[in-house]
């Protein structure tokens, strides 16, 4: 059974808007104590916006949609020292044996869509998906967000995703699974720190009104599928591509110098870009995140009212 707090329970059944919000990102894609800030930063900004926010993860081993403030706190001391308890990372098809073991775990955007899902919460917002993996045609790396997009009905709100992936194989990857994308206020899609990644969106919207009515539409004709809306970072912090491609290559040697495989490549990247480039690309980071919280509750606010 999933752990739904009395006020989120009640905002379903209510239909008020309600978005989403992961902890992967909370407790392996941004250091202590900036991860804790920002997710406090994000439930607030969802709240300015007259959404409730839900922030989702396993919680010893109970399926939480809302985490309490105190969870949120234990996800984002998680692995700062020896004594902290342990928070894995679990993809959808984690999320059974961090339940079945009462572990707590953070949830990444799939696991995060499929509880989303499950609670009948619509609208989800994010960073930065996974995707298809730079090398990909050797290591088979292609991350379950992908996946997942293509069989959970949910509105994922994100700033596209890093060029630590490969953009190109991602939108053609979406494009097989049968997942809108749409540019907000964009015809490109861009690149996580960037506005653009020089690659085209194949639809596009300006208003979350419009978004809503899009999104109304697909529900009825995407076979169950998700949607992917891409908002560009906001101009005054975005980083040209040039500037961040080198300590992305810096980043991907470093990755492969340390064999690292699996579940841990996406944070070993994080980590290593945001290492590369100290400060600048987490202020972007924390900017995009804050933003894309906005437009999630708008787009929420949006379809209660319609
Ligand atoms: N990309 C980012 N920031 C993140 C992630 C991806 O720019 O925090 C996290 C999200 O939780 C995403 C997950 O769902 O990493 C993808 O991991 P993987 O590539 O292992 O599927
Ligand atoms: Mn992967």
């Given amino acids: 059974m999933i752990q739904l707090p009395e006020h989120i329970r009640t905002a379903i059944a209510k239909h008020q808007p309600i978005v989403a919000l992961e902890s992967t990102v909370i407790a392996h894609g941004l250091p202590y104590p900036h991860n804790l800030e920002m997710a406090q930063t994000l439930e607030a900004e969802v709240r300015t916006n007259h959404a409730t926010p839900a922030t989702i993860g396993v919680v010893q081993g109970q399926p939480t949609v809302g985490m309490s403030t105190a969870d949120i706190e234990r996800f984002a001391l998680a692995g700062t020292q020896t004594d902290q308890p342990h928070v894995s990372k679990l993809s959808r098809r984690d999320i059974a044996y961090a339940v079945a073991r009462q572990h707590d775990g953070a949830t990444t955007v799939a696991a995060t869509m499929a509880l989303a899902a499950m609670a009948s919460i619509q609208v989800f917002a994010t960073g930065g998906i996974g995707g298809v993996h730079r090398g990909a045609r050797d290591t088979w790396d292609i991350s379950a967000d992908l996946t997942e997009l293509a069989r959970t009905p949910v509105l994922v709100v994100c700033a596209g995703a890093k060029s630590i992936l490969d953009l190109p194989a991602t939108l053609e990857y979406l494009e ?94 994080l980590a290593t870009v945001a290492e590369e480039t100290e400060g600048e690309s987490r202020h972007t980071n924390m900017a995009l995140l804050r933003q894309n919280a906005r437009v999630a509750a708008h787009i929420a606010c949006a379809l209660s009212s319609t």
């Fill in 176 to 269: 097989t699974l049968g997942v809108p994308v749409v540019g907000f206020g964009t015809d490109a899609f861009p690149a996580f720190y960037s506005a653009s990644s020089g690659l085209p969106v194949p639809s596009r919207a300006d208003t979350p009104s419009d978004i809503a009515t899009l999104w109304r539409t697909h529900q009825q004709f995407g076979g169950g599928s998700g949607m992917l809306v891409v908002v560009p970072p906001p101009t005054d912090v975005a980083i040209p591509e040039e500037t961040i491609e080198s300590a992305i290559e810096a980043a991907l040697a470093r990755a492969t110098a340390a064999k690292i495989r699996g579940q841990q490549v996406t944070p070993f990247l």
